[in-house]
């Protein structure tokens, strides 16, 4: 079911903008991949990003409740060295998807769990972002 998209920030969590790639797969329900044909992880569009989810666009309309496995590299341009980059992998559950036209959908997620580091990099691109 596809919602219409209001520009607010419904995350208790802080967010930033952003623009990087990413990957996912669906996990569930089984049916949803069986029905997109989906057997390999489809590329998107992350555009904002909190230590509790992130927004992304795709071009497949996603329902409310499933549960994506979530691929990217996290880039922080403000560190240096090993700290700098970091592979993150994020199971998550769909919690609204926006038809944005021409084939393209903005999907939101909740991170379902998320390591304690992974957490801690987030919030600190977010604080220097701002």
């Known amino acids: 079911m596809v919602e219409n998209f209001k520009d607010k ?4 969590a802080p967010r930033t903008d952003v623009a990087f790639s990413l990957t996912y797969g669906v996990e569930k ?3 949803l991949r069986v029905l997109l044909g989906l057997n390999d992880d489809i590329d998107a569009l992350m555009r904002d990003l909190s230590d509790s989810g992130v927004a992304m666009i795709t071009k497949f309309e996603l329902p409310r409740g499933a549960q994506l496995h979530i ?3 996290f880039i922080n341009l403000f560190l240096t060295g090993q700290e700098r980059s970091r592979r993150m ?3 998550a559950e769909v919690v609204s998807c ?3 036209g021409k084939g393209s959908y903005r999907v939101g997620t909740r991170f379902n ?4 580091e992974d957490k801690a990099a987030i919030r600190n691109f977010i604080k220097r972002s701002w």
């Open 9 to 12: 920030n419904r995350r208790r």
């Open 29 to 31: 329900p089984y049916s």
């Open 71 to 73: 691929k990217f590299n």
């Open 89 to 91: 992998e994020i199971s």
């Open 98 to 100: 926006a038809d944005l």
């Open 113 to 116: 769990n998320i390591s304690e």
